[in-house]
T-cell receptor
Framework: GENVEQHPSTLSVQEGDSAVIKCTYS??????FPWYKQELGKRPQLIID?????GEKKDQRIAVTLNKTAKHFSLHITETQPEDSAVYFC?????????FGAGTRLAVHP | NAGVTQTPKFQVLKTGQSMTLQCAQD?????MYWYRQDPGMGLRLIYY???????DKGEVPNGYNVSRLNKREFSLRLESAAPSQTSVYFC????????????FGPGTRLTVT
């Protein structure tokens, strides 16, 4: 069945360092690979997504890469700031729904 | 616009009791979703409705039923609550065929004792 594995489950970095979160998916027919950010006590919010026909996408300090052959995609955050501290979820999309990974808790220390 | 709203925000049930979680959106979205969020397990899809008049099972549908009342409203019902259903429940909506861009409600924290 559809499955998304996400690593690591927790990540701690110093302010200004980079953070990388990786996901592996199972369904080769998936079309979309979004990333959501959930701050403590808040609802998840979309921060960036990548389509299956694109290898990389950037938006200021965040970037996503997709390797369709290996069925994995990654979120890169550069120059991390304390406000980047949150839980990040990757997902695979298609067939009118999303399947989420288990999440990565990112802590950015000043 | 209120976006996606959910009621109630908190609820405590005893085992065996029933209840309905309500969700409404005012963004004219076709698709709506129900998730549960448990520590370390991410967001798991319970049921979804790609468009008004259709509903489909997600990853963890057992113990739940849904009703797409109209385009705006999508309710989730627990017929006989169990402690394993203690969780935070999120409703979300999206434009049809843009399921990657979902808008979430504030969540309902449910405890079953």
């Amino acid at each position: 069945g559809e499955n998304v594995e996400q690593h690591p489950s927790t990540l701690s970095v110093q302010e200004g360092d980079s953070a990388v979160i990786k996901c592996t998916y199972s369904d080769s027919a998936s079309n979309y690979f979004p990333w959501y950010k959930q701050e403590l006590g808040k609802r998840p919010q979309l921060i960036i997504d990548i389509r299956s026909n694109v290898g990389e996408k950037k938006d200021q300090r965040i970037a996503v890469t997709l390797n369709k052959t290996a069925k994995h995609f990654s979120l890169h955050i550069t120059e991390t700031q304390p406000e980047d501290s949150a839980v990040y979820f990757c997902a695979q999309g298609g067939y009118n729904k999303l399947i989420f990974g288990a999440g990565t808790r990112l802590a950015v220390h000043p | 616009n209120a976006g996606v709203t959910q009621t109630p925000k908190f609820q405590v049930l005893k085992t065996g009791q029933s209840m309905t979680l309500q969700c409404a959106q005012d963004m004219n979205h076709n698709s709506m979703y129900w998730y549960r969020q448990d520590p370390g397990m991410g967001l798991r899809l319970i049921y979804y409705s790609a468009s008004e008049g259709t509903t489909d099972k997600g990853e963890v549908p057992n113990g739940y039923n849904v009703s797409r009342l109209n385009k705006r409203e999508f309710s989730l019902r627990l017929e006989s609550a169990a402690p394993s259903q203690t969780s935070v429940y999120f409703c979300a909506s999206s434009v049809l065929d843009r399921e990657y861009e979902q808008y979430f409600g504030p969540g309902t924290r449910l405890t079953v004792t």
